[in-house]
Structure formats: structure tokens, C-alpha cells
């Protein structure tokens, strides 16, 4: 398993976020867009299985051509090494998940970044990004946890914040991996020390709302992780946030309407 591999299995939800998204956008979006898609799971999960046919398209944009080729011959997504600020590709959605919103360290640079996101979004179309926060947002710390691989690999996972600076709002964060064989085998960990490093940029959630309002979105909406629920057919039925949702330490998504 390579650090992509390791993401998509211990970091991301893509089935669970594209029903979000769906939700979220609340018509019938066709076109996803995915801004420093990585690996571009997302994308994969929104043309995938159940995905209504051939209907839905996604594209994948990311500053770096090597990751991009785990979907190059993927049927419905147009893969783009390029600045996103830079890639003209128009969507119903556009999405900024796992905090690259922190990749923009002035707020110049993030107002003039949702200008250009809100041109390339279709009418009634929504940006969606993600924020953390809360009581230790500006603190070293780590979170661990521990998956099961697909052939039974164990994997220790850790997301550790490295470094803050609450004046400045710099975090510096990064995702460590240890990979050992199944339980019977011999036993050789692999280990992958700051396999995704981060140095961002920590703003709050009034600072992004108004940074997308100035951008010329026409509303803002936020949701905690535990937006919604699930009805009998699958669908994901979401409620905007209040203060009181929210946990001492809470990720949010944040979705601006075109």
C-alpha cells in the first residue's frame, strides 16, 4: 500500500461525503469538481457504483501530475495537473476537502480564489470546503487510530499538529502510517513518517463565511460532521449547524451558494 492508498483507507469517506454533497447542493448536480484532489478518491466515488449511470462526470485538479494517474483511465473523470487557480473546468460542485482552504495563507488570496471558483460553478451550484477549530485548534497534539488493510494488513494511523501560532494562524500538521503484515505472518513494519505534511494557514468560520460573501456567493450555509441521517432509500436528509452542535474540537463543512 502506497500513502495514497493509506489516505483513501484511514482519512477519507468518499461515499459518505458524496451523499453529502448531494444533499448539500439539494437538485441534481451532474458535474463534480475536485480541487487538490490527491488521488482524487472523491471523484472516484462520484462517478462509482450507483453513481446513475454515465450521467455524472467529475474532474480531478492537482498542482501535482503523480497522483492524478491512479484515475487517468477512470470512464466520467477528466484528470488536470494545474494551479486550480489556473484550471477554467466549470462544475455543478466544487470541492476543497481535508483543509487545503489553509493553503491560502492571506485573505486576499482566499477571496480572490472564491472569486474565481464562484465563475466556474453553475447557476444554483455550491463550493464546498472544510474548517477545524475549537478549544485546541492552536495546540501540539496528536490523534491516533488503527484500520484493518485489505488483505488484513494493520495500519496505525496519526494525524499530529506539529506546531501553531494562534497570532498568526500558521499550523503545521502532518499524517504519519505504520504498516504491519497480518497477525501470523512475519512480522516487518512499514513505517511512513510525515507521508502528507501540511504547513496551513488555521482561519475560523465567520472569517471564511465573509470571505465567501465578499466573493459574491449569495449564502453561506455550515454543517458539523453529524449533519443529517439517512432515510430507508439512502439519501442523507442535512440541517444547518448551530453554536450548540458543535463539539469542544469540531470539523465543519462550509457551503457557499452561487
Known amino acids: 500500500m502506497n500513502r495514497f492508498d493509506l489516505y483513501e483507507l484511514c482519512v477519507q469517506n468518499t461515499p459518505g461525503m458524496v451523499r453529502f454533497l448531494l444533499a448539500a447542493h439539494a437538485g441534481s448536480p451532474r458535474t463534480l469538481r475536485e480541487d487538490f484532489s490527491g488521488g482524487a478518491a472523491l471523484c472516484k466515488a462520484w462517478v462509482g457504483p450507483g453513481s446513475n449511470g454515465s450521467l455524472r462526470r467529475a474532474i480531478a485538479i492537482d498542482i ?39 493553503y491560502w495563507h492571506t485573505r486576499a488570496d482566499l477571496v480572490a480564489y472564491l472569486k474565481l471558483c464562484r465563475r466556474r460553478i453553475s447557476r444554483g451550484g455550491i463550493f464546498v470546503g472544510d474548517l477545524y477549530g475549537g478549544a485546541d485548534a492552536f495546540s501540539p497534539l496528536t490523534m491516533s487510530r488503527r484500520f ?5 494488513e494493520r495500519i496505525g494511523y496519526t494525524w499530529e499538529q506539529e506546531a501553531a501560532d494562534p497570532v498568526t494562524g500558521l499550523v503545521r ?18 513505517t511512513l513518517r510525515r507521508a502528507f505534511p501540511a504547513p496551513w494557514r488555521l482561519g475560523s468560520i465567520p ?6 460573501l465578499d466573493a459574491g456567493f449569495s ?8 449533519a443529517g441521517a439517512l432515510d430507508s432509500d439512502g439519501n442523507l436528509h442535512i440541517r444547518p449547524a448551530r453554536g450548540e452542535d458543535l463539539d469542544g474540537n469540531y470539523v465543519v463543512y462550509v457551503v457557499a451558494r452561487r
Not at 470512464?75 to 481535508?98: C, F, H, M, N, W
Not at 472569517?207 to 465567501?212: G, K, L, R, T
Open 207 to 212: 472569517e471564511f463565511a465573509q470571505a465567501a
Open 148 to 152: 484493518r488493510g485489505p488483505k488484513g
Open 64 to 102: 501535482d501530475p503523480g497522483p492524478l494517474k491512479r484515475v487517468a483511465k477512470v470512464p466520467g473523470i477528466t484528470s488536470r495537473a494545474a494551479d486550480v487557480r489556473e484550471a477554467d473546468d466549470k462544475a455543478d460542485i466544487i470541492a476543497d476537502l481535508d483543509f487545503p482552504l489553509g
Open 173 to 190: 500538521n502532518a499524517l504519519h502510517f505504520e504498516v504491519s503484515p497480518p497477525r501470523g505472518q512475519p512480522a516487518r513494519t512499514r
Open 219 to 226: 449564502k453561506v450555509d455550515v454543517y458539523d460532521q453529524d
